[in-house]
């Protein structure tokens, strides 16, 4: 077995996703006004065309395809195909946004126990697969039946609270 010698790898937490794109002005608008996430500074030293984003505690890189035209399409929503999955609080205010943008999607209900989980599944603009959860409500347990932490939201709120409150002590 590949990590019997010593274990695993020390990792300690997802750090980003890259997404190659057929256009990276496309795919930045979409990530930004759909899905929330902000641009941040990309390193000036890359020679190749892309934007990084941020918010939620991970990091999104669009890297602009060297061929957009061979790029696959798809078409399908599949649940099936590789995706990366986003927590969310209403299900149903993300949906009403969703039609409200016009976005395709399929709505899916995974069911284990009486605990029910839905989900919401659509393309970005290069057809790479987006889910939008409730998929803390469902417990997650190793298979030796011990719990293991489920998924956590990471909250810019407090933060945000204590910049504000900051910068209010300054001022007095």
């Known amino acids: 077995m590949l990590g019997a010698k010593g274990g695993a790898l020390p990792l300690a937490s997802l750090n980003h996703i890259s ?23 990309r390193p000036g030293s890359f020679d190749f ?56 999607y399929i709505h899916c209900r995974v069911e284990e126990g009486g605990i ?20 803390d409500n469902l417990p997650v347990i190793s298979l030796s039946g011990e719990p293991i932490m489920a998924c956590k939201r990471v909250s810019l709120l407090p933060q945000q609270q204590q910049q504000q409150q900051q910068q209010v002590a300054l001022q007095l």
Do not use: T
């Open 49 to 104: 065309d892309g934007a990084w984003l941020f918010n939620y505690g991970i990091g999104i890189h669009l890297l602009q395809s060297e061929d957009p035209e061979k790029m696959p399409r798809k078409r399908e929503i599949n649940p099936k195909d590789s995706h990366i999955s986003f927590q969310c609080e209403s299900l149903s205010l993300v949906e009403g946004k969703l039609k409200e943008m016009g976005i395709p």
């Open 116 to 135: 029910y989980v839905d989900q919401l599944f659509f393309h970005d603009p290069d057809g790479f697969m987006i889910e939008i959860c409730n998929c």
């Open 19 to 41: 997404v190659v794109c057929r256009s990276v002005e496309r795919s930045l608008d979409f990530y930004q006004n759909v899905l929330g996430f902000l641009p941040i500074r």
